[in-house]
């Protein structure tokens, strides 16, 4: 199985470069932020809960994120793998997510973390906010205080699995398409080894 976290701060674009992996490695993609979002749409108990804390720049709680990702990956078991994106976001996540991949005997195969100057990320988080319809793209303080979080209790992941051998960074800015190939070749690595 090809297990593969896409790690990098709001704006890197995960999501864009996500559908493009699944579609190349027949994988899953589990976007905590768009099952959150389907749920808020739905209006949802888990809906409502999470929104009060997107709204203002802060993760949900971990509990209830680590119950939402165990009962999807019971729902949608797939055996080529998953791409998360998004998730884990906190140490406590990514110990969760250990475990649920332990009981059914796999791994993380690898983090690609996507390398992007934080000017770059704001400019391209506002222009997205004009068109996406998210609450949290609107306000350059909401976008502001998502990076802060993002330093504060995300950013330390990349070290948790760097220490476990599993962290590859790639230079995140550039087309579409030359991100695509430089992800692809980490993947390609990874498959082929095993690692
Ligand atoms: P994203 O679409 O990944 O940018 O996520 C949008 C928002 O959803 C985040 O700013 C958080 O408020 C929430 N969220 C998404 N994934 C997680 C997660 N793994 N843990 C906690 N909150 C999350």
Do not use: W
Not at 75 to 91: A, C, E, M, S
Not at 106 to 135: C, F, P, Q
């Amino acid at each position: 199985m090809l297990n593969i976290i896409l790690f990098g701060p709001p704006g890197a674009g995960k999501g864009t470069q996500s559908a493009k992996l699944i579609e190349k490695y027949n994988l899953t993609h589990l976007s905590t932020g768009d099952v959150f979002r389907f749920n808020i749409k739905n209006e949802t108990d888990l809906g409502v809960l999470a929104k009060s804390f997107i709204d203002k720049g802060e993760l949900v709680p971990d509990e209830v994120t680590n119950d939402m990702v165990a009962d999807f990956l019971d729902q949608n078991f797939n055996d080529n793998g998953f791409i998360f994106d998004g998730y884990p976001r906190t140490i406590q996540q990514a110990d969760a997510l250990a475990k649920m991949l332990d009981d059914k005997n796999t791994t993380i195969s690898l983090m690609v973390a996507l390398e992007v100057e934080e000017d770059e990320l704001v400019k391209r988080l506002l222009e997205r906010g004009k068109t996406s319809g998210r609450a949290d793209d609107q306000s350059e303080d909401t976008i502001r205080n998502r990076f802060r979080v993002y330093q504060e209790e995300t950013a330390p992941l990349a070290m948790h699995y760097s220490d476990l051998g599993k962290y590859r960074g790639v230079h995140g800015m550039g087309s579409v398409d030359e991100i695509f190939v430089r992800l692809s070749h980490c993947l390609d690595i990874v498959s082929e080894t095993g690692e």
